[in-house]
């Protein structure tokens, strides 16, 4: 969105304001503020005008204004109804130098997931990549990728579905037999050397307004689990969330904190495939910078640093 129109926005978000008011404050003559006016009409925002002057009615559902428009992170939103993958995306315009920005389709035909697994991600989804260039070493990365599971299962909440994250960042819905399905999964993808990230694209995918029947089995979806929600509040909750854990300064240390109060794997028999062999235990805690601490039979901790995991039935 270019910046006239995000001002206007931003100006007609507490209601009336007379056009000339609004040229005045925004520097631009009041010709440039129909013409923002009507480009805003064209993405979908209703602007009444008025004997107050300009006032705005109604927000397009989805797409890159909607979701700029009430946001409280710092970043830009690219939009594409359909797309390849939107980490894909993300990772050209890291190529260009650019950062701050969230990728966001409606439909993504090639979605990948970790290991070049594929992702099933038909309209109605919420398919996101972020891509920011922290200012922490790689070995931190782990923690970011926590920290969008924690976004995910904050948001779900906030709809009533009760999300539980599997170690590292499948989010998942338990049922009361204790059967899971995933509702959503993250791929963090990045660059940099040894002790400074250059760009970082946290990828989320969430099943929102989705039908099960559409995803793979052991899949889930907002729709089956609650019915349809606003997928513009769904995201921007998440992207805040995420900007609160790890915008600068912050202590990435609570991003572990608010991690353990989401987990489904804390306390549970685990199986790990990592790339180093299977480890079989008792999950018992995540530390820094996002590992997996898991208690063997003959009592020795293991700290697990990357893997597939599995919930075992307690032994
Ligand atoms: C993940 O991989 O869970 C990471 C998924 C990341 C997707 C997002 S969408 C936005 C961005 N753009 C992309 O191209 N990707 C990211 P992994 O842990 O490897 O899980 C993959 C496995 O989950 C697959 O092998 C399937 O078994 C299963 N799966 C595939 N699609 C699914 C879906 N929509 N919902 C639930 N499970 C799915």
Redesign the pocket.
């Known amino acids: 969105m270019n910046e006239t129109r995000r001002a206007l926005l931003a100006a007609l978000a507490d209601g009336s304001v007379p056009g000339p008011t609004l040229a005045e404050r925004l520097g631009v003559s009041r010709a440039a503020v129909w013409k923002q006016v009507d480009a805003l009409r064209e993405e979908g925002f209703e602007i009444e005008s008025g004997d107050d002057g300009y006032r705005l009615v109604g927000v397009p559902e989805y797409g890159a204004a909607a979701l700029e428009f009430g946001l409280d992170a710092p970043y830009a939103v690219e939009y594409h109804d359909r797309v390849a993958?939107?980490?894909?995306c993300a990772r050209e315009l890291a190529e260009e130098g650019a950062s701050d920005i969230v990728v966001v389709a409606d439909e993504?035909t090639?979605?990948?997931?970790?290991?070049a697994?594929?992702?099933?991600?038909p309209k109605g989804?919420i398919?996101?990549?972020l891509l920011v260039r922290p200012r922490r070493p790689p070995a931190e990365i782990p923690l970011y990728t926590l920290a969008a599971a924690v976004a995910v299962a904050r948001a779900s909440h906030e709809v009533g579905v009760d999300a539980r994250i599997k170690w590292p960042?499948?989010v998942l819905v338990v049922d009361a037999s204790g059967r899971e399905r995933?509702?959503?999964?993250?791929?963090t993808e990045m660059e940099g050397e040894a002790d400074r990230v250059s760009w970082l694209v946290v990828?989320?995918?969430v099943?929102a307004n989705?039908d099960a029947d559409d995803?793979?089995p052991?899949?889930t979806s907002l729709r089956a689990e609650v019915g349809d929600v606003d997928r513009r509040a769904f995201l921007q909750r998440m992207l805040e969330t995420f900007h609160e854990l790890t915008s600068d300064g912050a202590n990435l240390d609570r991003i572990l904190d608010a991690w353990r109060e989401h987990a489904a794997t804390l306390g549970r028999r685990v199986r790990v495939e990592t790339p180093g062999g299977v480890i079989e235990g008792d999950a018992v805690d995540v530390q820094f910078p996002g590992s997996l601490v898991v208690r063997t039979d003959d009592g020795e901790e293991r700290v697990v640093h990357a893997g597939?995991c599995e919930h075992l039935r307690p032994a």
Not at 85 to 88: A, G, H, P, R
Not at 110 to 115: A, E, M, S, Y
Not at 182 to 187: R, S, T, Y
């Open positions: 993958s939107t980490n894909d993504q090639g979605g990948r997931g970790r290991l697994r594929r992702w099933t991600a989804g398919w996101a990549s960042n499948d995933k509702l959503a999964g993250i791929l990828g989320t995918g099943n989705v995803l793979p052991g899949a597939d």
